[in-house]
């Protein structure tokens, strides 16, 4: 392989690196938002003292850990990632609004 | 049963276990030891405090009344934490670049550094804080009751002992919160503390629940049927309480002042957010995974009327469990101390520096920064504001009573400091947020906080006619009904309210009103926090004298501490002696430092007089402002002198570094034409010796040394007129021969004179048909470039058989001359040295002195071209260019 | 007597004949080396009883190699005679500071050189 085409290689994977550590940081972003989204998801539920049957306390308990579980693992290979993330992500992302991609 | 006295017993060695935890953590931390106590675990598990006792026992309670809804507690502070990179990230940093003690002092740090925001939060704190802290005391002493009662061989007194804990907890906070004035206002001891006792809660919590679910209900799918045939059985949660409270929850997990204590000010690192995003969340989750088994068991097995905030204890006490009763209390204990500890550590930093402080420095009237010990008083002024608090709160618990007015106490806190949110997430976002603006929203909240939610949440403070009818009869204006909106719960209503009113009046004011020059610097500080972490507003007063800062540094940081601080200082300056000079950048420093002991708007303030605030107003501390006038006028008369002799000394440094520079570069230069000169005259030398003092040497050896002495003299004779040749050119001194000529004949010329002769033979590739360019220059010094490059090419190529290619191009009326070889050309070193003088070719040997292409680089620059290397030639390449003349006009330059 | 083996590290090529010249004659063995670079190994490979180093050589400085020498602890001992064309007091003074037996500055005349090669062997084969 001549040295053009190792270099080209490598610029690529770079690329591809970078681009799957922002994407990373979407996923981090978006968790809160999903936590939230889920964690209304109650809102929703019969209620007792309505004409319907509500909702078992042992559904909702079931429905509220397993959420919960599910965004604390999320949580864990979000902060996993971010520690391989280093010094760029403190530019790359200076702020949420700011970042371009 | 088992005695009381056991109970006191392990209570005490408890105690005597968190001390020693506390004292040996700050010894280790002392000593620079004990990476372990900065780990992401620890800074986790200090988290917890924000599961107080209020939560390790009344949830239960709260499930027990209202069902899930106790969770909503933990939703919140989950969703910040998984959410970190948002928002805790920024704060953290912030918090971390800026120094910052307390949330007050964050506030009063990016709104210009102002201390009435400081007061204001202060006081909002105190206020929501202190019945939080009446509520962990009635928690100890209820369970201590509960032990009691199980033991009636002993009178117990519940106000007796809550007094007895709130002067226990005030010592603990004392001696391990208040020990010393550390500049980054860290507590190594007691977040040890405070993580072990995390770790007891959530066994203690764990193990009652394990021994509900799997002991008494037996089993998992059983317990499920017992939740759902209780009378929490079913789903019943008001969707407005769900998602106020969630996100009450979220906000105050930021706002309070002991969280943001552990969270911000003794973050030892940002990355533990990394793991604290999800292990945190992982703490919550199991402390509130077996609060409904336990409520639902409880509900079913305790005779009714039991008070449901106790199940924890009671429920194992009735099973005869006394072991894990006493686990769960001091699971309780734990949440309880902890809580009250970092939060009245929290409270008295708050107080001191920005009420007692600023008070005391006023007080004591002009000078105060420079006579008084500041340190001691600064520490004087936690200790006595930790007692004032949890007297406070001790008396809150003995006027309530300890009634069940107390449950409802936590989240009417939480909406109390859940009003410092806007004016946070503003000053962290959005940089026109003003500090007008922040004091309006949090009045306009704190008042609707008071009115809705506070006052008639005590009972007695509002007349019962004034909650039915509004005061003056407007019902509009009824406390629980604000304009006329009835149907909400009363909590519901109280936060919908106050947070709009308080973000609404935020935003408004700060549209219309204009930020003072701090304030506008301290807002791009923070809003663009991860772009200049480091930066601070700059002090651009040389005015200060170092004496007086360091006489007043003394004071807060301590003798040794602030001796280190401006040595070093002074050592990075390169100054002599132990004092630096006060430049920009050892102000801002000494500025951080003293802030992380008497907090930013003191710090500055305090520096300001001594520096005479050439770029800040003092009025940030209005209470500091006539002592600040008195030194603003000694430091303007030191001011002329002082400045008049910095500007000297610098003007001094720069030409002696000039001069060093200068030096440097003549010893370097020296040292080169030193030995390229005694070189040839060393085997002069020893060669006229050999030939002198040798009688039996044959013909052939006396011809070959003198073939050398000749060699070698010649050689001298062309490097001294090389030298001199550099000398002219180089002082400007030459005189150009300009004339007419074309290339061709320059070349013609050239390449005769360096070829003919030469050992080795080398093939020239030249296009005449381009030659032809009429030229005006001084032809001579162009052909002495030309023979140069030419003989260099016939000298280094490597080549078996030497090529040299001649190329010429025009471009823009410039002529380019390449002279191509088909050796190996340059190496990249090469490339950047070759026109350095003495540069030669590693291994070169007699034949140049080195100054060859310095000399054709002089010639050229002086004709108003230039001769560079050309890499990718696939040989050694040097570019002749030269512009094309008047004189040469007129004659087809195309050819 | 033994010592009677010399290496010289010198990129000069009229100087190294000099002096192979002057110490041939009084009955030495000389070794020549030019270049900085493989001195070391070059000491290592001749074993001499006395090495002349010059101390601006292609590749790597006779200090450098001075150091290098001195560093290791059979070349503790071994005479070594260093000449310079620079003439600094500073060289003087790092040649000094690196361990060099005799310090000598070019041009230098042949009996001074033949005189500090015998001086150095004396002192070294001295117990």
Redesign the interface.
Known sequence: MSPETTRRRRAIFHERQTYRRRRQRDAARLLAVLGVALFAVPLLWERAGTENDAVAMSSAIIYLFTVWGGLILISLWVGMTAARWGQDSDRAAADPGSESD | MASFNLLVAVCLGYVAILFAVAFLADRIAATGRGRWLRSPLIYTLSLSIYCTAWTFYGAVGYAVRS??EF?TIY?GP?????????GLRKLVRVGRSQRVTSIADLLSSRYGKSNTLAICVTLLAVIGITPYIALQLQSITLSFATFAEADPSRGWADVSSGLWVAGGLAIFAILFGTRNLDANERHHGVVTAIALEAVVKLVALLAVGIFVVWGLAGGIGET??R??A?P????????GR??AI?FLAAAAFVCLPRMFQVMVVEIDNE?HL??A??AF??YL?LMS?FV?PIA?IGLDLLPEGTNPDLFVLTLPLSQGREDLAMLSFLGGFSSATSMVIVASMALSTMLSNHIVMPIWLSWTGSAASVSGDVRSVVLLARRVSIVVILALGYFYYMLSGGGAGLAAIGLISFAGVAQMLPPLVGGLYWRGATRTGALAGLGVGAGLWLYTLLLPGLGGFIPDTMLQQGPFGLSWLRPQALFGITGLDPMTHAVMWSMALNALTFVIVSLITLPDPIERLQGAQF??V??H?TGLRGWTGYVAQSEDLLIMAQRILGTSDAQTLFQREADRQGARGHLPEPTPDFLERLERNLAGSVGAAAAHAMIAQIVGGASVSVEDLLAVADESAQILEYSSQLEAKSAELSRTARQLRDANDMLTRLSAQK?AF??QV??????P???????S??LR??EDLSPAETTRYAA?IH??ARRLTRLLDDLLDLNVLESGQVSLNMRAGTLAQVLDHALSSALAGAERKMVVHRRPEMENVPLYSDLDRLAQVFINLASNALKYCDADRPELTIRVQIQDDMLSVDFIDNGRGLTDEAQTLAFEKFYRV??E??GGAGLGLAICREIMQRLDGDVTYLPGQGGGAFRVTLPLREGGRGIDAAA | MTGRHVLLIEDEPNIIEAIRFILTREGWKVDSHAHGTGAVEMVQKTDPDLLILDVMLPGRSGMEILRDLRALPEYENLPVLMLTARGQMRDRDMAERAGVSRFMTKPFSNTEVLAAVRDLLAQASRP
């Open positions: 069902g899930l969770v939703l989950t969703i910040v934490m998984i959410g970190w990179w948002w499920m049927a939740i759902d209780s929490i059985g079913e789903w019943n949660v008001d969707p769900w998602s969630t990355r990394h793991t995003a999800w969340p992982l989750f995974l409904v639902a809003v663009n991860f772009e972490s010893d020296l040292g030193s030995h390229e000169l005694r070189t005259m060393t085997s002069i030398r020893a060669f010796e050999i003092d040798t050398i060699d070698e590693s291994g040997k007699a």
